[in-house]
């Protein structure tokens, strides 16, 4: 793959920021939009507008037949058997909580175990937490290793007989390691418990196939693999499906309602009630075409030396910490970091008058950040659009700020 040619698709790379040519290293908070994205947008509302499932007139067919093409491509894309496995939701964290609603609290009962790792995102583990509370369950963690990497030993060693769920996430959004998922799912069938998988930074980085990988649930989000915001994905196995009561209620998921009592449409449908997110599923089918003809493994590849290469940068420059894995097998495309007596925001800021746009915060893993004994880090995530040239802009721009803050200091 060419980045150089890539970005030419990407018009919103194309501005100044305080002066400086844009260099957007966030995607892992939410990536930039191809052309043929923002057109595929375009030409629904200009041509195809109209719900979906109901009306019989020509733009309610078309609009129908768009919508259940993007579920279509969706599932190819993860390589799932079927389309009605694939549910359409508003982005990674409503996807994972319908788990936790519709299949945690219907089955879990008070001694059952969930297991996390310390490292999740709130959105992977505030859920389960809520459901925990509500079920009696028990939160268990697989310890971390110094790099944030886990041992298989270590899951053996926590995952018991009276584990029912493990929920973890492929990619961490915050050190960049990438778990072993189906190794981890191995371990957590041999007790009878499912696998439910975080993918918002395994999807658009990895080639995903949720059949290799075994797991039962995966969730990820559009906005982060190049689709619009406002669309997400529920993959699950169809008996779990099946077997789960929606999580809400009204038109459209609805087959037959009487006074007093109501029955459900099939899966996937069951569990889209409402006007569902027609412009975002297209949207996010624009997104699957142009990742799948520039091919998952060219993207990966791609991600790995940006990340291999902005470690070993970053790592030249003194009183810089990096976290995570060194490892660029075992690391996503992001590095995070923090420079020596100098806040994350006011690194961001610092960068940010460079034309540079990272992440800081805590990057919503509070627990986490504990555990790295520090209130918040800054990150530099990386695309299909970005370049090494990136890189060196953002290490210059570190040494600046790193400059900056000793001079401000004395």
């Not at 310890?143 to 973890?168: C, F, H, W, Y």
Request: with cysteine.
């Amino acid at each position: 793959m060419n980045a150089l040619e890539i970005r030419k698709d990407f018009p919103i790379l194309n501005q100044l920021i305080n002066g400086h040519p844009l260099v957007y290293l966030d995607s892992a908070a939410s990536s930039q939009k191809p052309r043929q994205v923002i057109e595929a947008l375009r030409h629904y509302y200009e041509t195809n507008h109209s719900n979906v499932h109901r009306g019989v007139h020509t733009l309610g067919s078309r609009a129908t037949e768009a919508y259940e093409l993007a579920r279509e491509k969706v599932a190819r894309f993860i390589h799932a058997p079927s389309p009605e496995q694939v549910i359409f939701t508003r982005g990674t964290t409503e996807s994972l909580n319908m788990v936790a609603y519709g299949y945690a609290r219907a089955f879990l009962k008070p001694g059952d175990e969930i297991v996390l790792t310390p490292a999740e995102h709130h959105s992977n583990l505030v859920p389960w937490q809520q459901a925990a509370k509500a079920t009696g369950a028990t939160l268990k963690y697989i310890p971390l290793q110094a790099d944030g990497t886990i041992r298989l030993e270590d899951v053996r060693a926590t995952v018991s007989a009276n584990t029912k769920i493990v929920a973890m996430a492929h990619v961490s959004n915050v050190l960049g390691t990438i778990h072993p998922i189906r190794e981890i799912a191995d371990v957590a069938h041999a007790v009878g418990a499912i696998m439910v998988v975080d993918g918002a930074q395994s999807v658009p980085h990895l080639p995903v196939d949720v059949q290799a990988l075994d797991c039962d649930f995966l969730a990820f989000s559009g906005h982060k693999m190049l689709g619009p915001t406002g669309i997400g994905v529920l993959y699950g196995k169809r008996k779990w499906l099946d077997a789960m009561e929606p999580t809400y209620f009204g038109g459209e998921m609805i087959d037959v309602v009487e006074l007093y009592d109501s029955t459900w449409k099939d899966t996937p449908w069951k569990f889209e009630g409402g006007t569902p997110i027609i412009a975002g599923a297209i949207g996010l089918a624009a997104a699957v075409d142009y990742l799948t003809d520039i091919g998952m493994e060219a993207v990966r590849d791609h991600d790995h030396r940006l990340a291999e290469y902005a470690f070993q940068q970053l790592k030249e420059i003194d009183g810089v910490t990096i976290y995570g894995p060194e490892d660029g097998r075992q690391r996503g495309g992001l590095v995070t970091f923090n420079v020596l007596n100098v806040h994350a925001h006011d690194v961001s800021t610092v960068l940010d008058a460079e034309g540079v746009a990272i992440r800081a915060g805590h990057h919503c893993a509070q627990p986490l950040m504990r555990i790295l004994n520090v209130s918040s880090t800054a990150r530099a995530s990386f695309y299909l659009y970005n370049t090494e040239s990136d890189i060196d802009k953002l290490a210059a721009a570190v040494r600046t700020a790193k400059e900056f803050f000793q001079h401000a200091l004395g």
